[in-house]
């Protein structure tokens, strides 16, 4: 059961890392690439998070808190250059 698990998680989440990695290079605005930045983060996290669950192991929590803060960080501090960037 635990394979079968972990082989879709594995597919659904390399599917959007893809698609936010598709949207990173394509992406037409700065704003469009912080999103999906954000969202490949996202999908980071979700993956640690699924790997620390089908392990049952909490060891790796705090690289998810670092990886949250990260992305909170990055994303605000882009989003405040933008901003500063548009007249």
Known sequence: MNTV???VLASLLSVAALLALIRLYRGPSLLDRV????MLLATM???VGAEAAI???ATTLPVLVVLALLGFVGSVSLV???VRERP
Do not use: P, S, V
């Open 5 to 7: 698990l972990a082989a």
């Open 45 to 47: 996290i979700g993956a």
């Open 55 to 57: 392990n049952r192991h």
């Open 35 to 38: 999103i999906a930045a954000d």
């Open 80 to 82: 405040r250059f933008a």
